[in-house]
């Protein structure tokens, strides 16, 4: 596995927690087969995202991320991760460093 690739990879359940998500979402998305916009990856009985450049760097530099309700305004939001058709996580900036 590449550099690139290990960096943008993380413990599911720290993507989770960050991202406001239940407890074993991502277990439960990959028994289900839930069709999700970054890839789950299984290795020794732990569960990894793999997650894109962009929303790599926005956890890396700092942006607050939450999962977005059908009534937060989304216009607060500086970028919105959509997982599935029905999940979006929001990132906003709370003094954060320089995207590269």
Do not use: W
């Amino acid at each position: 596995m590449s550099t690139a690739t290990q960096s943008n990879m993380f413990l599911a359940s720290y993507i989770e927690k960050r991202f406001g998500l239940s407890a074993g979402y991502f277990k439960r998305a990959k028994r289900q087969n839930t069709k999700l916009e970054l890839k789950i990856i299984e290795q020794y009985e732990s569960l990894f995202v793999l997650l894109s450049d962009e929303t790599t760097d926005l956890i890396k530099c700092g942006y607050i991320s939450l999962k977005i309700n059908q009534d937060d305004c989304v216009d607060l939001f500086d970028y919105i991760y959509t997982m599935t058709k029905s999940t979006h996580i929001g990132f906003y900036r709370d003094n954060p460093k320089e995207l590269k």
